[in-house]
């Protein structure tokens, strides 16, 4: 493994533990050119996911997307940093379970809505907003009632 820091290819494995329950392994290396200590981690690589949208193109399924799309759904509200990734985590072993070559974008949206819903509901309504793509103030009260009649 190349050293971030002076680029050298030696080093030494100097501690190893899985983490997400045993699907990657976090491997603490130590530079032997420079001393420079840095993380590595390994995982298995699934075969690669297609993403269909909703034009009808195909594209690389990248779940940094669904962190980021929930991320800015989340921005300024009470939720905490580890809930979003282990939402992300959930939606892809999800995704991988259900669908062997293409996912539709449709079945994505849909999957962070349902999580949205429970974690926060302010983020679930931004996410709606553009997920949904309304027309016009009305549609997005309407999600609001929805929700509001939920709760009751």
Do not use: W
Request: overall charge neutral; hydrophobic content about 30%.
């Amino acid at each position: 493994m190349k050293c971030p820091k002076c680029h050298e290819l030696e080093d030494k494995v100097i501690d190893s533990r899985t983490v997400k329950d045993g699907e990657v392994i976090r491997r603490r290396r130590l530079c032997l050119g420079c001393g420079h200590r840095f993380t590595t981690y390994e995982e298995v690589m699934r075969s690669g996911l297609r993403v269909l949208k909703r034009n009808g193109i195909t594209e690389d399924f990248k779940p940094v997307k669904i962190l980021q799309g929930i991320k800015k759904s989340c921005e300024k509200r009470p939720v905490d940093e580890d809930e979003i990734l282990e939402i992300v985590d959930t939606i892809v072993k999800e995704l991988e379970n259900e669908y062997e070559k293409e996912v539709p974008s449709i079945a994505i949206g849909r999957k962070i809505m349902d999580k949205l819903e429970r974690l926060d509901e302010v983020a679930y309504v931004r996410f709606a907003s553009v997920y949904r793509r309304y027309r016009d103030v009305n549609q997005f009260l309407s999600e609001v009632e929805s929700l509001i009649g939920r709760e009751e």
